[in-house]
């Protein structure tokens, strides 16, 4: 359901639980709730871990299954990157600080995302997070992803 919500055009939670009820509308109770809250509560326990690898194995197919409809020798990626602010709870701000020139308490966690897409395809391939650092343009994990 995470994966189909996630490549939707109708992003909302509403949208994905009712595809769910009418795609499999035989198997499931007549009385069944359209209740968005437990998909979404759900869908918050997901570990990033899990959330990466189904990023890189959609991408993978993605990509594997066009391969080559250009006659381009090798693959052309493209990367790019953005930040953006978390909710501002006491797990995030361990996680991923404020910026160094925020007074503390003044402002929002904020994360640094990087993906790498295939030119060919337009899918991401690969992605990483890391907590936005002033001090530096490069982190460690970034480095990893692109090597």
Do not use: W
């Not at 009418?22 to 869908?43: A, M, Q, V, Y």
């Not at 959609?58 to 990509?63: E, F, L, Q, R, V």
């Not at 640094?112 to 982190?139: K, M, W």
């Amino acid at each position: 359901m995470f994966i189909k919500q996630a490549l939707n055009f109708d992003r909302s939670c509403v949208s994905v639980v009712n595809d769910f009820i009418i795609d499999n509308i035989n198997e499931l109770p007549r009385n069944i709730s359209k209740s968005t809250g437990s998909f979404c509560r759900s869908r918050q326990k997901l570990p990033l871990k899990l959330i990466k690898e189904l990023v890189h194995y959609t991408g993978s197919a993605i990509t594997e299954k066009i391969h080559n409809r250009s006659d381009i020798e090798g693959n052309i990626y493209l990367i790019d990157g953005t930040t953006f602010t978390l909710p501002d709870t006491i797990k995030n701000q361990e996680k991923y600080p404020q910026q160094f020139a925020q007074k503390a308490g003044l402002g929002f966690p904020i994360c640094r995302s990087l993906g790498i897409f295939c030119l060919e395809s337009g899918a991401i391939i690969n992605a990483e997070i890391a907590p936005y650092n002033d001090n530096s343009d490069t982190h460690p994990i970034f480095c990893s992803l692109v090597n």
